[in-house]
């Protein structure tokens, strides 16, 4: 069955160093997400991505972070400059079209840990 | 601020019996319903979706939704250790595909 994919699965950086989280969704999906969660605690939505442009972003989602499809596979997420609050496992999401409807499948994720 | 509220447990139930997990949602334009699971440090994963009112049935699973007093609920016949894990319920914001999830219920079922 067909995967999202992260990686890394597990990123150390020290504060304030930019740090990349790659993502590669499932071939025939069309949109895209991201979603973080800190430990014990909910998760959250951050940005959702179509053709190109961001959809819509959650407050979490402010100047320091960004997404870019790089290329025809790859979904990225930056943060410039990292903060301690920023630790957390990061989730990328896809799903074939966009709407209420449709189910969002989810990978790995990567654990971020700032020290 | 659209809220999804479930109890966070533990809810812990024998093997072989039917383990019930709940959700309540604010939004009342809300139209889709999810349960994912999600196993200690692991990613979440969809296991029902539901989008009208009543049951749907899927192998031990079966989601019910009541719009009218919105709530959605999960059934887990035959409970299974493996089954042991948190249950996320995610509602969409209305007419976005922004997921908001509840904290969660985890559930242990023992044997």
């Known amino acids: 069955e067909p995967e999202v994919t992260q990686t890394p699965s597990h990123q150390v950086t020290q504060m304030g160093q930019e740090v990349i989280l790659r993502c590669v969704p499932i071939s025939n999906h069309l949109y895209f997400y991201w979603y973080r969660q800190i430990l014990g605690q909910k998760v959250e939505f951050l940005v959702s991505?179509?053709?190109?442009?961001?959809?819509?972003k959650s407050e979490i989602f402010d100047d320091q972070f960004s997404v870019e499809r790089p290329d025809g596979s790859n979904f990225t997420l930056k943060i410039r400059s990292t903060k301690l609050e920023d630790s957390a496992m990061y989730f990328c999401?896809?799903?074939?079209?966009?709407?209420?409807?449709?189910?969002?499948?989810f990978g790995d994720g990567t654990r971020l840990s700032i020290l | 601020q659209k809220e999804v509220e479930q109890n966070s447990g533990p809810l812990s139930v024998p093997e072989g019996a039917i383990a019930s997990l709940n959700c309540t949602y604010s939004?009342?334009?809300?139209?889709?319903f999810f349960w994912y699971r999600q196993y200690s440090g692991k990613s979440p994963e969809l296991i029902m979706s539901i989008y009208s009112n009543g049951d749907k049935e899927d192998g031990r699973f079966t989601a019910q939704l009541n719009k009218a007093s919105q709530y959605v609920s999960l059934l887990i016949r035959d409970s299974q250790p493996s089954d042991s894990a948190t249950y996320l319920c995610?509602?969409?914001?209305?007419?976005?595909?922004?997921?908001?999830f509840g904290t969660g219920t985890r559930l242990q079922v023992f044997p």
């Open positions: 991505f179509y053709n190109n442009e961001i959809s819509e």
């Open positions: 939004d009342r334009g809300s139209q889709s």
């Open positions: 995610a509602v969409p914001l209305y007419n976005t595909d922004k997921l908001i």
């Open positions: 999401a896809s799903s074939p079209r966009g709407g209420s409807n449709q189910p969002q499948h």
